[in-house]
């Protein structure tokens, strides 16, 4: 089994969620989050008056998922949340080596 974070863009989530609501994924958690990068912050202007951000907005989305289906969801997110512009997010794998579900007690891919 295998976890998928995936950083992208607020504006894209849409067309990353339905993208992956085309390929059977039905299921993630999603977090707000602040990062910093290449793109580093953003001037925000407020009545008249600039305000430096130093943390650009950003969402997390966390998938577990088969090792079979890693591959695929990868190049749906990459695809649907790709913009071509520095700060497009990135997308990180992580072994798992058990999920338990607490309502039945399931172990394994059938928790999934």
């Known amino acids: 089994m295998k976890k998928i974070e995936a950083i992208i863009r607020t504006q894209k989530f849409d067309s990353v969620r339905d ?3 085309q390929i059977g994924v039905n299921f993630f958690t999603l977090k ?3 990062g910093y990068g290449l ?9 008249g008056s600039s305000y430096g951000s130093d943390y650009i907005a950003r969402l997390q989305l ?4 088969t ?3 890693v591959e695929q969801i990868m190049d749906t997110i990459a695809t649907a949340g790709k913009t071509g512009k520095i ?3 990135k997308i990180i ?9 607490i309502r039945n007690g399931e172990k394994g891919p059938k928790a999934i």
């Open 19 to 21: 993208a992956l609501a």
């Open 32 to 34: 707000e989050v602040k």
């Open 39 to 47: 793109q580093k912050g953003k001037t925000l202007t407020y009545r």
């Open 62 to 65: 966390d998938i577990i998922t």
């Open 67 to 69: 090792a079979e289906k």
């Open 87 to 89: 700060g497009d997010g």
């Open 93 to 101: 794998v992580f072994d798992i080596e058990t999920t338990i579900r």
